[in-house]
């Protein structure tokens, strides 16, 4: 009988100089960097061109770089009218985003068109659920901080941006991911990039890969004081409950992205001044860590990147 290996757990399958990720370890090297010391520090357009060329750009290069991607952030009209539409049927956001990034071809399926628009179909359909009109991207701002002022209506502050890009740059590459990988088959084909981005939301929208932040949160939330997380969590694994934002099936130890986005989700709400949630937070991962152990014990059911992706992008 052949062996089947579930979700090509030790296939090898492609080679790259992108990332390399030691499940054993708990590491993350991203273009050669250890994700600890890139995310926190680099800019997007910095990571970006990081993993398009194989060395950090220099200055000229990089201000080269920004310039092409602010100039190319505009949505053509059809894609917009495309847009009001999803928002008039109230579609889920990832299944606008998925849409409209076909549309992406009407124009230029280039690689940096794609990096530049995609933050404008998602601010713009933001917006438009919300019943507001959208923003047209600015040309003198960075891609974090265009993409947030896009969704806000207000320049925002450099800890909202570095905690944004921090993130960004957190999950820029993580190997042959469900949606990485899904995009590099579908360009193995010989078919364009636009089809393979398409490809590649559609296996990032499930909930068990780019789905799973929203989840992750809500559990805290439904937990709400610190004194009910042991109670409402053991009776969520007693009911075979999945705890979201925990177990990872490459990370055996917990996840490098969790600690990075851990310490910029205290900064952002160090910065706002009420550290409540980030608190019950830690109570709530200390609690589901422990619990873990003790029904699945050798299971080694760490904290995920998407416990912390969760509520950093809340703040």
């Not at 009988?1 to 030790?10: C, F, Q, R, T």
């Not at 230029?108 to 628009?117: F, K, L």
Request: aromatic share 6%; charged share 25%; net charge negative.
């Amino acid at each position: 009988m052949p062996v089947i290996s579930a979700g090509l757990e030790d296939v090898v399958a492609a080679t790259t100089a992108l990332s390399e990720v030691d499940g054993e370890r708990g590491e993350l090297i991203i273009g050669g960097f250890p994700v600890g010391e890139l995310a926190g520090r680099a800019t997007f357009e910095e990571t970006t061109w990081l993993l398009w060329h194989g060395a950090l750009p220099s200055r000229r290069e990089l201000e080269g770089f920004c310039t092409e991607l602010a100039a190319a952030r505009a949505l053509p009209e059809s894609t917009l009218a495309l847009l009001r539409e999803c928002a008039n049927r109230r579609l889920d956001a990832m299944d606008a985003l998925r849409i409209a990034a076909g549309t992406m071809s009407l124009e230029s399926g280039q690689p940096a068109d794609i990096v530049a628009r995609l933050p404008t179909i998602i601010a713009t359909y933001s917006r438009l659920r919300k019943g507001t009109e959208p923003l047209a991207p600015r040309q003198d701002l960075g891609h974090a901080a265009n993409f947030l002022y896009m969704l806000n209506g207000h320049v925002p502050d450099e800890e909202r941006v570095r905690g944004l890009e921090t993130y960004l740059n957190t999950v820029i590459d993580h190997g042959l991911n469900a949606s990485t990988f899904t995009a590099r088959v579908i360009v193995s084909t010989g078919s364009d990039l636009v089809s393979a981005v398409v490809g590649a939301i559609g296996a990032l929208k499930g909930p068990l890969h780019g789905g799973a932040p929203g989840p992750a949160l809500n559990m805290v939330f439904e937990i709400g004081d610190a004194s009910r997380a042991e109670s409402v969590l053991r009776a969520k694994i007693e009911r075979g409950e999945k705890l979201m934002g925990f177990g990872h099936r490459v990370y055996k130890v917990r996840d490098p992205r969790a600690d990075v986005l851990a310490a910029a989700a205290e900064r952002m709400f160090t910065r706002a001044g009420d550290m409540s949630l980030y608190r019950l937070a830690l109570v709530v991962e200390s609690t589901a860590v422990r619990l873990l152990e003790e029904y699945k014990p050798g299971r080694r059911l760490q904290t995920n990147v998407e416990f912390y992706t969760a509520l950093l992008l809340h703040a």
